[in-house]
Every structure is written in C-alpha cells, then in structure tokens.
C-alpha cells in the first residue's frame, strides 16, 4: 500500500465477499453492511461483491481502490464461449493474421440426407475438380466454390461433434442442418440443434427434398422457429435454404450461404505461426500402421514434424489429402493423412508441433504426472458448486438438459424454470425432449458443463456409468414442485445434500409362480452385480418403467436371504405389487445422500 492524494491505496480483485473487504479496510463487517445499506446495496457477511462496490465503501473509509492484477485473475478468465480456432490465434501476431477456409459439419436427423447431401457436394464441386480422384475415406474433403476452399468434416453425427467438444476441441466452424422437407423436425434434429447452440456455432439450413410432392417447406420454417431457429425471411437470423440432394438442386445457394457466413465470422490464421489444429479421426491399418486424420487449424503442417496429441506422439513420416494424392505441408483447415504415430490418438484431441521427439516424451510424462496428482473421477457439476462459481463471478447462468416421460410435462416444467431466470442468475434450457436418460445427454452435458434433470425418467446403465466417468450430475425427481425448488433453492445458496441413485445389480425374470395368501413370487435369475433384500426395485418392461417399489421376500432355494450374488438365481417378491411378466429386468439400487 501507498500514499495517494491523502488517501490509501488499496488493492482489490474483480470480486470479493462483505467479509473480506472488512478484513481489508481494518474495519467492521457491520460498519461496511451499513455504509452497502447506506448505497442501496443489502449484503450480508459471505455475500460477494464487484469491484466497483467495494470501491464505493472503500472511499467512505479513506482508501482509493485498485483492480488487483493477478496472475489467478488471468488464469480463471473464461474462454468457453470464444471459438477454439479464435482462442488457437491469440498469441500469433495480427498482422500475420489471413482468412482461411471455413470448416463445416453436417447434421440432423437421421434418414433426412445427410450423406446424400455430402455425396452430392462432393461428386459436382470437388477441389481436385473430378469426384474419381477420392480414392478413400478420410472423415474430411475440400471443395470451391467462386475460387475459395470450404472444408467439409464428414463426421457421424452430432454424437462425434459433441465428444469433441467434451475432449476440449471444436472442430466445426459452421453447422449445416439438414432437415427434410416432407418430414420436418424430428426428434434427432431437436437433439443437432441443441448441441450446435450448446457449441455456440452459427447453422445454416438445409431444407432437403424440397422435389418431392409432399414436401412442405413452410410448415418446417414454423417447426424450425418453434425451435428457435427463425428463418431470415421471417425477420430471424438463420439462412433457410432449399435443396433437393437427388437431383443436386440448390448446392450451389448452399455454398454460397456457407461463404456468407464464412466472411461475417472473419476466420483467420497464421500459417508461419505454430501449427496446431484437431484430431478428427484415427485407426490402425493392417498395412501402414496407425493412420490419423488431422485438421490444420494453425500453422503449416510439414512432412517430418514431430506431432503431439493428448498421451501420444509421431514423426510424420508420410501425407496424404483428401484424394488420396501425397503431399509435403498443409495449411490452415487443410485436412490430411498422416502416417507415423505410435499409438492411435483419440478422436477430438488437439495435436500441435514440438520440436523433437525428447520434448514430446517429456511434455507426455509431465501431463500424466498431472493426471495422477488428481482424482481419477471428474468432479461433478452440482447445483451447489455452479450457485458457489455464480457467487464468485464465474458463471451467469445455470445451463440444464431435461428429460421426461410426456410431452405434456415438458411445456409446464420449462415454463416454471424460466420464471427462476428473473434473478440473477438465468436459467438456460439447452436440450428439452421425451424419453429415457441416455448417453447422448450426458455427453451433451459433459461439453457443455450442464446438469441433467429427469421428471418420471431413469437412466439406462450406460449413461449412469459414462456420467460417472464424465463427472455429469443427474437429479431424478417424481414430482414437478420438487425439481423447480431444488433449482429454486441452488439459487438462493440454500440447497440440501443432493441425493444420488446408486445401481446395485440387475435380475432377469425366468418364470411367475402364484401362491395362495402369499401372491406373486418371479424366479430370477441374476444377470449383473447383486440383489439386497433393503434395496429399491424399479422393473423395466421393454425399456419402460412399469413399478418402482420394495422388496417384500428375497429367497435362495427355500432360504430367506439378505443378497443373491450374480450367476445365481432366486425368488423375488415386491410390496403391493403382482404384476410381474416373463422377461421383466429387475433393477436392485439404492439412495444416497453426498455432501
């Protein structure tokens, strides 16, 4: 601290709490709630406030306020919301700075064109200038359209954008849509569109199959704007544009929109800078060994460079484009095959150049060093640490995917969520459908640090083990009032310990026997984990929920046992509940309470 005009100067970061600022002026917390009270402000003890607060109260008491510069400041700054190949050019310098192509991916749902879309495109407007020249799959093509390249990741489907986002990586700069015309939107385009907003990639439409006769584009536009995506046309913002990919109508408007689109976005690269850029896929040929396909987002690519990616590494050996031709570099949003890894690195991955294999090992053994210095599971986004980032400035809004049973219970449910958006924080519904909790949500909610909510839902097996890999929360609930105010209450700080559904094994059903005084006994057979006699029991007919309730009996042979371990079979009978069919899963968990 220094002397400033008479008056201290003191030192605070972007945000702290009453208490803090208390400590920090050498005066009470109650002098400081009176002088917030005094401005407007009601805080308590633990509240956090700006800076420009704290600055307010510190002149009351004779100090001049400064914005602390720290190297934490620096580090906790947010770039979740700013595009990987934006975040890719911030150390590179803008004068070295020139457009590159644009990377686009293809989604929507399935049997509405995807393919024939790409096949289309890439049969009458191929950068080689004749289709024959492809003579492989790459996952990735170039085309040119008014003499610039557009690059064209032919990836399958939302569920591999969506992982690469989970791993860190975005490959896409722009999201082509492809909706049918006859057919409109589907639940699988619902689920494209919530993971490209969730990416914050801008989508361009494709309006598919508009040659056939009972093709109906101006019921998909509503559909489309239902959604959220309002035609241009209709005042919107989203390029609506039809196209028949049969009869290879309409791609030259596609191209032209994605050119559009491209210059608004102003995406550019070094390609003297350091080369960086994402592993779109990789696999293991018999022949040549691991072969990956990379994209170049920045940088030059050079036959003989040393590539790390994730854990692993490679001398570039030999490079291949799109045609199959062999090539010595390549340049930004340039997609190529690279031969030389020693072991196949994952799809979604970011690589870069390092300049020597020593260098390579060294950052790798670094990196799993780190790894082993925390915890293996990945710490959950709860309710109660998004309220706690919220408080600390981090995080404005609480981002949720929500599954249920019926249509019907969707519209209220969302409707009373988003009347909890009027404080501060706002409640942000990114994906909102029917159906059971699968692993397609929790890898949405893994890329976009969501929280999954199911009302009158389970979640499958999969999906419970790949949130526990991914460190997603899921919260089940059975009545609306107790969804909304548990969020209620994670907005207020006030949330109890949430309550975790833990599986502890599955039983098949074999046979039904029918007891005089006694009812309905189901001989099982355990097919996974164990059954207890003092857990739940939910029974799953056919994928669906038909009774959630306990255990009355649990036999082994003519014994009354506690468990039945898996590979052995038993009698089962439920509490108010005869119902039982052949072929039922009886799925054996328990509740738990975290901290």
């Not at 990735?140 to 986002?165: C, E, N, S, W």
């Not at 950052?363 to 710490?379: C, D, F, G, L, P």
């Not at 306990?550 to 468990?563: F, N, P, R």
Request: aromatic letters at 4%; hydrophobic letters at 40%.
């Amino acid at each position: 601290m220094g002397e400033s005009n008479n008056s201290k100067t003191i030192e605070f970061p972007v945000s702290l709490t009453v208490r803090d600022l208390a400590a920090k002026t050498s005066a009470s917390p109650i002098q400081v709630i009176k002088i917030l009270m005094s401005n407007g402000v009601m805080a308590n003890i633990n509240q956090q406030i700006d800076f420009d607060t704290a600055a307010i109260v510190a002149s009351e008491l004779g100090f001049e306020a400064v914005l602390e510069a720290s190297k934490e400041d620096v580090v906790a700054e947010d770039t979740s919301e700013i595009p990987l190949w934006r975040r890719l050019i911030m150390d590179e310098d803008p004068k070295k700075l020139v457009k590159r192509p644009a990377v686009v991916t293809i989604l929507g749902h399935v049997d509405h064109g995807k393919t024939t879309l790409l096949d289309a495109i890439r049969q009458t407007n191929v950068a080689s200038g004749e289709a024959g020249g492809i003579t492989q799959h790459i996952g990735a093509y170039q085309v040119v359209q008014k003499g610039r390249l557009i690059t064209f990741l032919d990836t399958p489907g939302h569920a591999a954008f969506t992982a690469m986002r989970a791993r860190g990586a975005q490959g896409a700069d722009i999201v082509i849509l492809v909706v049918a015309a006859e057919d409109g939107v589907m639940p699988q385009t619902k689920e494209a569109i919530a993971h490209a907003k969730a990416a914050r990639v801008p989508i361009i439409v494709a309006l598919n199959k508009i040659d056939r006769p009972d093709a109906n584009p101006d019921f998909v536009k509503k559909q489309l704007s239902e959604s959220g995506l309002v035609p241009d046309e209709w005042g919107g913002n989203t390029m609506v544009i039809p196209v028949s990919a049969k009869q290879k109508k309409g791609l030259e408007d596609l191209l032209e929109a994605i050119l559009l689109v491209s210059d608004s976005l102003d995406i550019v690269a070094n390609p003297e800078g350091k080369v960086t850029g994402v592993v779109i896929e990789a696999q293991i040929d018999k022949a040549r060994g691991v072969v990956a396909t990379l994209l170049v987002q920045n940088g030059t690519l050079q036959s003989g460079d040393t590539v790390l990616a994730g854990e692993t590494y490679g001398k570039v050996r030999a490079m291949f484009d799109y045609t199959g031709k062999k090539v010595k570099s390549a340049g930004p949003a340039s997609p190529v095959q690279v031969l030389g890894f020693g072991v196949v690195p994952p799809a979604g991955d970011l690589f870069q150049v390092v300049p020597s294999e020593k260098e390579a090992r060294a950052i790798i053994q670094e990196r799993q060093a780190e790894k082993s210095r925390h915890t293996v599971t990945a710490s959950k986004a709860t309710l109660e640490q998004l309220f706690e980032k919220f408080q600390a400035g981090e995080v404005r809004e609480l981002p949720l995917i929500l599954k249920a049973d019926v249509q019907g219970s969707i519209e209220p449910i969302i409707n009373s969520l988003n009347e909890l958006s009027q404080g501060d924080i706002k409640i942000n519904i990114i994906h909102a459908e029917t159906g059971s909790i699968s692993e397609s949500d929790v890898m949405l909610a893994a890329a976009s640090k969501a929280i999954v909510l199911g009302f009158n839902v389970s979640a499958d097996t999969a999906a419970r083990n790949l949130a526990e890999q991914q460190g997603v929360s899921i919260r089940l609930y059975e009545i609306i009032y107790r969804m909304i105010e548990d969020i209620e209450k994670a907005l207020k700080g006030m949330l109890e310990p949430e309550v975790k559904e833990v599986n502890v094994g599955q039983a098949q059903v074999r046979a039904i026997f029918t007891i005089n005084k006694v009812g309905t006994i189901a001989g099982c057979r355990v097919i996974q984990g164990e059954v207890r006699r003092n857990t739940r029991i939910r029974v799953m007919r056919n994928g669906e929920k038909v009774f959630d309730g306990e255990i009355s009996s649990l036999k082994h042979e003519k014994d009354d046992v506690k468990e039945v371990r898996q590979g052995f079979e038993c009698g089962i009978s439920l509490k108010g509940y005869n119902d039982l069919s052949e072929g039922d899963i009886l799925e054996s968990y328990v509740i738990e309470k975290t901290s």
